[in-house]
């Protein structure tokens, strides 16, 4: 059977290249024959293997038809083996490079009816009605991009004028518009979503081809019959990320002033009709919908690395649109759509702290322009600061709310604290000064006892999410400040306290000239060093490198520990001896005191108070509020650690490294 199949192939070609229109033609019904017999006798054409040849050699044929001036007849067979499988609707035709290379014969035409002639919209329509779901998998064809397609090449036109291609471009967008009907597709949902795209794509291809009068012609036909697609396709939809789109590319992307100029022109165009549709509307229900589709529309031309900024433009183009046609309500917006995220993006985009910038009141007189509203940058202003009170409002929502769940997250509050806790315990047994101090008491000594406390102020939602790596800042400040502690305690009771700076020459000379002056005394002996400068650390760049070799090896002959601090500190372990006792975390709200006194500091004159809730950003709260908010939202984590120690004579030293 392939045999044959190759055999009629090869034919077909040969008489392609004789120009023997009637063989070719019989030969073209042989095709369909077997077409038809693949559709009745395969159990899943498909993936019929055979399926798959026979269609390679129909795509190879067209493009021999098209090569020899034979374009005409390519679309006659194309439309033939459509018609075949019409009513059985088990295949897919899907045609290689065929259907792109005769869309690419409309710039050689030289009169409106030879385009006509062409048939290809008619091919198109017969593409179209051939989408759908084979063998689980659905197929469009491309149908979308090459609707789009026809109009592309058909404003490249060089034998048309404008009159002719603007007639031609007409007719195309009526007939789209009128798709499902002709091909009684009313109710298939897949289709109707094609129709809609196509019509949707062509707008787009108009837009990027800067094809200001075409686009003005094909919105007047949407004004004057869509009633015809209302009940069937999302109007508001479409026309939202036409408009976004024209928003973007005329104020938001950086183009060269002509360019912007067009796209504000086919804005203004649509204008009117736009706001008959969607002023009044509620927008918000497209959203996603928008965002998703216009993702794919940014311009990413060069190589420069850019800031996406479309699901921005749609999020404003959202806001600025409700704002403008007084349907602003954001209590109206379901937080699933106007959720954290979007707010906060939009406040990092849009505000100076808690103030709109003077950007945002720019691009929201010149958002009321390009939709042939007028007004002056006064008013846009005082609209916009309608905007700001709503957006902050919600957002003091957002954050008012998940304070009051995470504070109800008792279970995940006291895992976190008992991790801080547990965690603490670990650096404080783990630090160099009490191991290498840590040799223990006499039950008849008399010692002294010190406690360390380190107190964060932090936000609820930090301890009640299971989130353990932010605990690690605190634990590192807890790390350095308790080494700080423990070496103050040290040169309280007597060590030799002396410091280096990074340019200073002789580091390790001044280091061995303490040693000796320190063991000169028998009575001391620096048997423990905890160091945070080794031989190959970089601020010893300028030593000798015998220097080097001297430290290395004082290093280790000591009961030596590494610290993450640049100190050199020994001492006599006999002489210097410390032991932890306990070490408790708590958690606490702010004092009445402490509340008080943030509220003072977040006074307003009218008695409102204006409180950060995150990075800079600032809102009002009444007195009640402002009480609640704190009460809840700031908490105090505090770690206590009680030790022993019993230090004799001058048993030790410190060298610090300062800036």
Not at 93 to 121: R, T, Y
Not at 162 to 185: A, V
Not at 450 to 456: I, K, L
Request: with cysteine.
């Amino acid at each position: 059977m392939k045999y044959s199949l190759n055999r009629l192939y090869l034919h077909t070609i040969d008489l392609i290249n004789k120009k023997e229109i009637d063989e070719i033609n019989q030969n073209i019904d042989l095709f369909g024959d077997i077409l038809r017999t693949i559709v009745q006798e395969s159990k899943n054409p498909t993936k019929s293997q055979f399926m798959k040849v026979w269609l390679q050699y129909v795509d190879q044929i067209g493009e021999k038809l098209i090569e020899n001036g034979l374009a005409k007849l390519a679309v006659g067979m194309s439309r033939s083996l459509y018609a075949v499988i019409e009513r059985e609707h088990r295949v897919p035709l899907v045609f290689g490079n065929m259907i792109k290379n005769l869309l690419k014969q409309i710039p050689e035409q030289k009169s409106s009816e030879s385009v006509k002639e062409l048939n290809l919209l008619f091919l198109l329509d017969d593409m179209f009605n051939n989408t759908g779901i084979y063998d689980g998998q659905y197929y469009n064809h491309d149908v979308v991009i090459e609707f789009s397609r026809y109009y592309y090449f058909i404003s490249k036109n060089k034998f048309l004028n404008d009159l002719e291609k603007s007639s031609l471009i007409s007719e195309l967008f009526q007939h789209c518009m009128y798709l499902m009907y002709y091909k009684r597709t009313e109710e298939d949902l897949e289709k109707i979503q094609i129709v809609s795209n196509i019509i949707l794509y062509l707008l787009k291809t108009m837009i990027d081809e800067k094809d200001v009068a075409n686009f003005n012609q094909s919105i007047d036909i949407l004004k004057e019959s869509d009633f015809l697609i209302r009940d069937s396709i999302n109007l508001v939809s479409m026309h939202l990320k036409i408009a976004v789109y024209l928003y973007y590319l005329g104020i938001k992307e950086p183009l060269t002033s002509e360019g912007r100029h067009q796209y504000k022109r086919m804005m203004l165009s649509g204008s009117d009709y736009w706001r008959d549709l969607l002023f009044g509307t509620s927008l918000w229900g497209n959203y996603s919908e928008v965002q998703n589709a216009l993702s794919s529309w940014e311009r990413l031309e060069g190589s420069n690395a850019k800031w996406l900024m479309m699901k921005s433009v749609v999020r404003e183009f959202f806001l600025f649109y409700d704002l403008v046609s007084g349907n602003l309500n954001i209590d109206r917006i379901p937080e699933d759509i106007l959720n954290e995220s979007e707010v906060f993006s939009f406040i990092s985009s849009h505000f100076n702290g808690s103030k709109i910038n003077v950007e945002t009141i720019q691009e929201y007189h010149q958002f009321k322009k390009m939709i042939g509203l007028d007004g002056d940058e006064e008013s846009a202003r005082i609209e916009i600061m309608l905007l700001s009170e709503q957006i902050l409002m919600r957002y003091k929502e957002i954050k008012f709310k998940e304070v009051k769940i995470a504070s109800k997250a008792v279970d995940v509050i006291n895992h976190n604290i008992k991790i801080i806790e547990e965690e603490s315990k670990t650096i404080t047994y783990n630090n160099p000064y009490f191991i290498s101090a840590g040799n223990g008491f006499d039950v008849a000594e008399e010692l002294e006892t010190y406690m360390f406390n380190y107190n964060f102020s932090t936000h609820i939602q930090f301890i009640a999410t299971k989130k353990e790596a932010k605990i690690e800042f605190y634990l590192r400040t807890y790390k350095r400040k308790l080494e700080d502690f423990i070496l103050d305690v040290f040169e309280q009771k007597g060590f030799i306290k002396e410091s280096l700076t990074y340019e200073e020459r002789h580091k390790i000379s001044k280091l061995f000239r303490l040693v000796d002056s320190i063991t000169n005394d028998e009575s001391v002996n620096i048997n423990s060093f905890i160091y945070g400068i080794s031989s190959n650390t970089s601020i010893l760049y300028r030593e000798d490198e015998s220097e080097k070799i001297r430290l290395q090896k004082f290093i280790e002959g000591m009961n030596a520990f590494e610290t993450d601090y640049f100190v050199w500190v020994g001492f006599d372990s006999k002489l210097t001896r410390l032991l932890v006792r306990d070490i408790e975390v708590k958690i606490n709200d702010l004092s009445d005191i402490e509340i008080k006194k943030e509220m003072e500091k977040n006074k307003l004159s009218d008695g409102q108070f204006n409180l950060n809730i995150v990075n800079d950003v600032s809102v009002l709260f009444n007195e009640d509020e402002a009480t609640e908010y704190l009460k809840l939202s700031r908490k105090i984590v505090s770690i206590s650690l009680r030790f022993d120690a019993k230090i004799i004579d001058i048993p030790g030293f410190i060298i610090k490294v300062t800036k």
